[in-house]
């Protein structure tokens, strides 16, 4: 293994990605301010898919964004 930094990405985000990562934060955000405790089992169903879906989002976004990354899986 070498001391070598991968290149920088090639140019800023596009808007999608922004708004794709404004959702992640906002879907984080609503998840953080709920009170777990007080979720029915489909409510927290309904919060753990969510953040699930803008995980896989978000890494789909890195790998985007440094395609000469292997692949995050």
Known sequence: MTNEQPPPPTGPLTPMQHTR?????????????????????????????????RLGDILDLVEEVLPSQPPIR
């Open 21 to 53: 990562i404004d959702f992640a934060r906002r879907d984080l955000e609503y998840a953080r301010s709920e009170d777990l405790a007080q979720l029915d089992a489909a409510g927290l169903i309904l919060i753990v898919e969510r953040l699930r879906h």
